[in-house]
């Protein structure tokens, strides 16, 4: 572990501008909301503020990304595929833990089964990232409820941790290691490094007093929905509530559903674009034939929350679908965020849920 002067903070951003493009969290200086954004001026980049509006997980998994062309010659019966090189180095500065673990879970989604998505795996290869301990809560947290924060864990090539005029900073990976080195950071005393695991303790200890707009309690909700014991009329209580917007699939760090179209761009050449796409959305599981397994909102809210809280998507993800960021219930016009339908499903064990 290395101490960090905060004075020096620009010292590493700017030397990871040098190497990659560098993205990290900003005020929008017109609307004053926190975005997660590309930034040609590496002092933009703020550790304190909150976690941002929407996820970095669009830096590595783009909302709209073309990822191949192809073309066929008819004279020769020659046909050629040409992949999109468009994976450029980026460094990712001041992640929280919650959207790490959505990166994490995103990997193993899309590299961690039986096929690779060679895209997604060479916008990763070519990514550095530097994440940002929560050295406490921000009001729509829960992070504690689904493990994943308030710190990193894996994932990172370096780790800032906040403790007053300085950063301890841990390193996960060579590429971390050598920027160290190359900054020539001093090692941390061994009574300074012991502040990272206080730090933490601290933040936890927070939750219940700063983090008070959500509750996510979900070891019922994981029971429940792995065993299949939710009556169908809570289904249809939460989807009475959505607006089949995909805002809160748009928002989530985790969320990895995508639609693919081709598109022709003239004589004998068309394009392959990848989108993201949203299991609220009554097209999205429509078959040929117009027929749709899922044409009821109730069984669409029933599939993202089994994405999210389910034992057996735990096994997959080696976590909980949700990372506890919060952002779905703010986006969410009808109020159920992940939090509120937990509370529902919560609720049914008791036969206290509402009913209009």
Known sequence: MHILPKADLRRLTGALAERYALYG?????????????????????????????????????????????????RASKAAAIEPEALAAPKALVGLRSCDLN???????????????????????KKMFIV????????????CVCTDSGPAAVEGFDLDLTDIGGEYLVLTGSAKGEELVRGLGLAAAPAAK?????????????????????NKAWISRAVNRLTTGFIPHEVWEYIGDQCFECGACAFVCP?????????????????????????????????MAGDHNPRKAVE????????????????????RPGCVGCGRCVRVCPGDIGLPNVVTAIRRESTKQVPHE
């Open 254 to 286: 985790s969320c990895s559903c995508f639609n693919i179209e081709d598109a022709a761009e003239g004589e004998g050449r068309s394009c392959r674009t990848r989108a993201w796409d949203s299991c609220s959305f009554e097209g999205y599981a429509r």
């Open 299 to 318: 069984d669409r809210r029933n599939k993202r929350f089994f994405c999210k809280l389910s034992f057996s998507q735990s096994r997959k993800y080696l």
């Open 102 to 124: 959505g990166l994490l879970c995103l990997d193993r989604f899309m590299l961690g089964q039986e096929y690779v998505d060679e895209v997604f795996l060479e916008h990763r």
């Open 25 to 73: 969290p900003v005020c929008h200086e017109v609307s004053g909301e926190v975005i997660f954004d590309l930034v040609d001026d590496p002092s933009r980049i703020d550790l304190d503020i909150p976690i941002p509006y929407n996820p970095p997980k669009g830096v590595v998994f783009p909302q709209a990304e073309r990822i191949m062309s192809f073309s066929y010659d």
């Open 193 to 213: 490094a012991a502040l990272r695991a206080k730090a933490v303790e601290a933040s936890v200890a927070l939750f219940d007093a700063q983090a008070k707009d």
């Open 131 to 142: 994440s940002n301990t929560c050295v406490h809560p921000f009001p729509q947290c829960f």
